[in-house]
């Protein structure tokens, strides 16, 4: 039973990374690339680690994979949101086809300051101070 349920898994996350990798060849720019390729990888690697951990049934193993999966999930939404965040204030272009540009005109590249806060569902922007990145 647990050969089926690796089987499954290693299948489910090899899809999901063939997916990743198409994406990055099909989407229009490399803000889109990235949205694609983080996400389908990121939960392609987890099924696969599931599928050692369920294959191997080893508490040494489990627990490596486990913590695999922990840093997966906790650095790859980072870094790509870093790797955007720093292509778009270096000024690579969108996709002609983007509709909505939430941060044009309130990034100062000067003080590197992001003026303004988020925006209320009312339409306008809220009271918030400005956000400094870090």
């Known amino acids: 039973m647990s050969e089926a349920i690796s089987m ?7 899809f999901l990374m063939f997916v990743a990798a198409v994406g990055i060849v099909r989407m229009p720019d490399l803000f889109t690339r990235m949205q694609a ?3 389908a ?10 599928a050692v951990a ?4 080893d508490f040494g ?5 486990v913590a ?4 997966f999930f906790l650095t790859a939404p980072v870094g790509a949101h870093m790797l955007g965040r720093a292509a778009y204030f270096m000024g690579v272009s ?3 086809g983007t509709i909505v540009d939430e941060l044009r005109g309130r990034y100062d590249s000067r003080t590197h300051v992001l ?3 988020p925006v209320n569902p009312a339409g306008g922007e809220s009271s918030a101070p400005p956000v400094a990145p870090h």
């Open 8 to 14: 499954v898994f290693m299948l489910v996350g090899a």
């Open 37 to 39: 390729n983080t996400k």
């Open 94 to 96: 969108l996709w002609e």
């Open 68 to 71: 695999i999966i922990v840093f």
């Open 41 to 50: 990888a990121t939960l392609g690697a987890v099924c696969v680690l599931v």
């Open 115 to 117: 003026e303004g806060g």
């Open 54 to 57: 369920v294959h191997f049934k």
């Open 61 to 65: 193993v489990t627990t490596r994979a």
